[in-house]
């Protein structure tokens, strides 16, 4: 179908769909043959193309929940295509405005946001925009259906099952772009080294080691977690500070994801990188 994006499935029996920077033991390292190409689990690796703009996939969530044969892809213009296990399927997104991140709790509640915010309730893509004075949100995350946080400007949004509130507005913050978290602790990244953290409900500034323009985050426990930004910027958590780490790209970073603190993944522009725990 020409209205759908160019993408390519490959799966696990073509070794070369997974040859995402597996070299263990050589911590962050550059594949120098994938440029833009995310893995998703046993459907193997979705080959990115025209329009397509994030991929989630059963794991990816959390690694409690088990999805199996559940993908989702969005992307522009208001692309969002679903795989159960028999194929990909176009589902009306309700929207023509480019869809940034795909995030959810469970088959049945999964958000797509970026110009337009849109939940899919297990039969359908509906608006979730009640709140929002201004539609649209960069990245959200959250710890239940009815607890969602959103990022967009210098604000941060709050989903509490019905609408959204603000949950802060920071003065010293031009421009959120991603936001993630453990357990109820959440941090939320943006421009010029802008840092805050959600703790007992409250959103606070963190001052940054240096001034990046960070575009995502990932925790994947309270002591431990990644921020990545512009001109290969690379921070991790330990608990108590952000502490800058050195990589092998200069090139923007854009994404973040992983599923422990030993195994890492950061995408960018020309760039996928891996952390197998080891500096």
Do not use: C
Request: charged share 20%; proline share 4%.
């Amino acid at each position: 179908d020409d209205a759908l994006p160019r993408l390519r499935v490959r799966g696990g029996s073509e070794p070369r769909a997974l040859e995402l920077a597996q070299h263990r033991g050589e911590g962050l390292r550059r594949n120098r043959q994938v440029e833009r190409m995310v893995p998703i689990g046993a459907v193997g690796a979705v080959e990115i193309g025209q329009g397509v703009r994030a991929v989630l996939a059963n794991w990816q969530l959390d690694a409690r929940l088990k999805w199996p044969n559940d993908v989702w892809i969005v992307g522009a213009p208001g692309v969002a295509l679903h795989n159960t296990g028999s194929g990909w399927v176009a589902v009306d997104a309700k929207t023509t405005s480019e869809l940034r991140q795909v995030w959810g709790t469970g088959p049945g509640d999964v958000w797509a946001v970026g110009s337009a915010i849109r939940r899919w309730n297990g039969s359908q893509w509906v608006v979730a925009e009640t709140g929002m004075t201004t539609p649209g949100l960069e990245q959200v995350w959250g710890t239940g259906p009815n607890a969602v946080w959103g990022v967009n400007g210098n604000s941060i949004h709050r989903w509490n099952g019905v609408q959204w509130t603000i949950g802060a507005t920071l003065g010293g913050v031009s421009y959120f772009s991603g936001i993630g978290g453990a357990g109820n602790t959440a941090w939320a990244v943006g421009k010029y080294g802008a840092l805050a953290k959600l703790e007992g409900g409250d959103w606070n500034q963190v001052s940054a080691p240096t001034a990046p323009t960070f575009q995502a985050v990932w925790m994947s426990a309270l002591d431990d977690g990644w921020a990545v930004g512009d001109r290969g910027a690379l921070y991790q958590w330990d608990g108590l500070t952000w502490e800058t780490r050195s990589g092998p790209v200069s090139s923007d970073l854009k994404a973040l994801w992983g599923t422990a603190r030993d195994d890492v993944w950061a995408v960018g522009t020309g760039a996928i990188l891996r952390f197998n725990g080891t500096d």
